[in-house]
RNA sequence: GCCGCCAUAGCUCAGUUGGUUAGAGCACCAGAUUGUGGAUCUGGGGGUCCCCCGUUCGAGCCGGGGUGGCGGUACCA
């Protein structure tokens, strides 16, 4: 006999999970549409060879992903994330010529990644994203960044407490380039000091300081090996992230908290410090056109926000990057803070379908975590995932087995009615049934004994009501409880559906 | 992947230097109540003590290996 065991890091998903996670995707889909965005689906399995080799750990090639060979031996992969797909498809409609750029796109689907899983983190797990694919402006970056505010407005998260942050892969490269970590030699270095800047979020600078230089011990007591670098080089690169310093925050008088942000000052610094760079100076300038054409939308410095400590991944992008975060302070069940990482990413990619196509096509978007999303919300109480849970359907019982067909013709005229209901389909007594009725949450059960069909009556009742009398009345016998027969009505049958309208009209309150 | 901690009933957990038949609370089921979800009382069902190997007269407890979970770290397309 097998063990009905699940594979770790692939959960299930119960109806309420379902409902929020529905309602939050309409929320999403509705604001892509709005910026013209259009749906499109691509399959879940493609050729690995296209999905591309984009692990930056090319000891590990392949890691990560499910693969399996076709009957022809060509090695198919369930996909990763949404985005080579996207490249895939938008290379072939190219081909065929049946697709105008600029093309802009949204999807949402499960992607599988073969790694180890944590808490909020799976095996398979949902993703919803926005690409433009064909236009080269920042422009098209500058309106991701809008729509990623706009998306987290729509589901719930107030301007203020959350925070679009945006860098350059040119930057990053431009002050690499400026500190003398330039060239192939240093290509891994490079990686090094990227990852490290990566983590300053988490780690603060004096982290990031051991990263850079000797490496650094974690609390379990192992250590991370650091890039080895001189004191010099350590300094500028802290001093290059603190260009805004991150997560510094103001208080107002009311107590509301935000970040405090001027892009343009930023840049200036930026410019300033690294300008020397050319690849930086054009990286900042870009940025500067984002941040222009943002403003001027009405999205204030701290909502869409330069952040030179973003680096987002390490492959592909190779432009303007954005990360979407959320100023939260809330604590898990032990009272410990929790920290939300970012819900959102992305970038510029113009290499990708380019890996298809003689020339170059160039393509910036973004990806939602969907179920971290959902989390998010969770722990801030949204009304799209907040709420009480669904009532249930309204449970006929069966009182008298040989009875089956009356009965389900109350449930059928219930159904016409447009109304929620089931009959009872186990085989146990009355008092079974009612507890089935209330872990089913029914709003209310009918009964008809043979005392009742002998009158052509139906009795109707209320559970919500009668849980609520029930308590008020703890002090009295249990003989009394029952013979009460809380919230329980008599009616003609022929009333049924009006009867049950209105215990619904109650319980919708 | 690496480092650390943990694993006993459906859940949360006790379990003495290794020693009878492994317990509690909650949950579940039944009866009190021949037709009523709560509360109360009474009773009941539930255990591969994560798995395998070893040490021992004897292992839930000790040792080794494995699996799973949690935390950190790495990676995160």
């Known amino acids: 006999m097998p063990a009905p065991g699940r594979p770790r890091g692939?959960?299930?998903?119960?109806?309420?999970?379902?409902?929020?996670?529905?309602?939050?995707?309409?929320?999403?889909?509705?604001?892509?549409?709005?910026?013209?965005f259009e749906a499109l689906e691509t399959p879940f399995v493609e050729y690995t060879e296209t999905l591309g080799k984009f692990l930056p750990d090319l000891d590990r090639p392949n890691e990560?992903?499910?693969?399996?060979?076709d009957d022809d031996e060509q090695w198919l992969s369930l996909r990763y994330d949404l985005t080579a797909p996207l490249a895939r498809?938008?290379?072939?409609?190219?081909?065929?010529?049946?697709?105008?750029?600029?093309?802009?796109?949204?999807?949402?689907?499960?992607?599988?990644?073969?790694?180890?899983?944590?808490?909020?983190?799976?095996?398979?797990?949902?993703?919803?994203?926005?690409?433009?694919?064909?236009?080269?402006?920042?422009?098209?970056?500058?309106?991701?960044?809008?729509?990623?505010?706009?998306?987290?407005?729509?589901?719930?998260?107030?301007?203020?407490?959350?925070?679009?942050?945006?860098?350059?892969?040119?930057?990053?490269?431009?002050?690499m380039e400026a500190i003398g970590l330039g060239g192939e030699d240093n290509a891994a270095r490079r990686l090094t000091v990227l990852r490290a800047i990566d983590k300053l979020d988490r780690l603060g600078p004096e982290g990031v300081r051991q990263l850079l230089g000797e490496g650094?011990?974690?609390?379990?007591?192992?250590?991370?090996?650091?890039?080895?670098?001189?004191?010099?080089?350590?300094?500028?690169?802290?001093?290059?992230?603190?260009?805004?310093?991150?997560?510094?925050?103001?208080?107002?008088?009311?107590?509301?908290?935000?970040?405090?942000?001027d892009n343009l000052a930023v840049a200036d610094q930026l410019l300033d410090e690294f300008g020397e760079s050319e690849l930086a100076a054009q990286g900042i300038e870009e940025l500067r056109s984002i941040a222009k054409l943002t403003k001027a939308a009405g999205y204030e410095d701290h909502v869409i926000r330069i952040d030179p400590s973003v680096v987002r991944g390490l492959e592909y992008y190779t432009g303007p990057v954005y990360e979407a975060e959320l100023i939260l302070q809330t604590t898990n069940d032990q009272g410990q803070?929790?920290?939300?990482?970012?819900?959102?990413?992305?970038?510029?990619?113009?290499?990708?379908?380019?890996?298809?196509?003689?020339?170059?096509?160039?393509a910036t978007g973004f990806s939602i975590g969907v179920s971290r999303l959902l989390s998010a919300l969770e722990a801030i109480g949204s009304p799209i995932v907040a709420g009480d849970e669904e009532p249930g359907p309204v449970v006929v019982m069966v009182m008298d087995r040989e009875r089956v067909a009356d009965y389900q013709r109350m449930v059928a005229g219930l159904r016409r009615a447009?109304?929620?209901?089931?009959?009872?389909l186990g085989s146990a007594g009355m008092k079974p049934q009612m507890k089935y009725a209330?872990?089913?949450?029914?709003?209310?059960?009918?009964?008809?004994?043979?005392?009742?069909?002998?009158?052509?009556?139906?009795?109707?009742?209320d559970l919500r009501a009668g849980a609520e009398q029930a308590r008020q009345e703890t002090a009295a016998s249990n003989a009394a409880y029952r013979a009460a027969r809380f919230a329980q009505v008599t009616i003609p049958e022929g009333q049924l559906v009006d009867a049950v309208r209105e215990i619904l009209a109650r319980t919708a309150d």
């Open 10 to 36: 692939l959960a299930f998903r119960g109806p309420a999970d379902l409902a929020a996670t529905r309602r939050m995707i309409e929320r999403i889909r509705e604001v892509y549409e709005l910026y013209g």
């Open 64 to 69: 990560g992903v499910f693969s399996f060979p």
């Open 89 to 175: 498809h938008v290379a072939a409609r190219l081909d065929e010529q049946s697709l105008t750029l600029p093309y802009r796109s949204y999807r949402a689907g499960w992607v599988f990644r073969n790694e180890k899983p944590g808490p909020g983190r799976f095996r398979q797990f949902m993703q919803f994203d926005a690409d433009t694919v064909g236009a080269a402006s920042v422009a098209a970056d500058a309106e991701i960044c809008m729509m990623a505010a706009d998306t987290l407005e729509a589901v719930g998260i107030p301007r203020g407490r959350y925070v679009v942050k945006v860098n350059n892969r040119k930057i990053l490269d431009g002050v």
């Open 216 to 261: 650094r011990k974690d609390e379990s007591g192992d250590v991370t090996k650091g890039a080895n670098l001189p004191a010099g080089q350590i300094d500028r690169i802290i001093r290059y992230t603190e260009v805004n310093p991150p997560g510094r925050l103001t208080e107002d008088r009311g107590g509301h908290k935000t970040f405090t942000a």
């Open 337 to 362: 803070p929790v920290r939300f990482g970012s819900v959102a990413g992305g970038g510029r990619y113009d290499g990708l379908v380019g890996r298809f196509r003689p020339e170059a096509v160039p």
């Open 418 to 424: 447009g109304i929620r209901s089931e009959l009872y």
């Open 438 to 461: 209330d872990r089913r949450r029914a709003p209310c059960v009918v009964i008809q004994g043979s005392n009742e069909k002998a009158d052509g009556t139906v009795q109707v009742k």
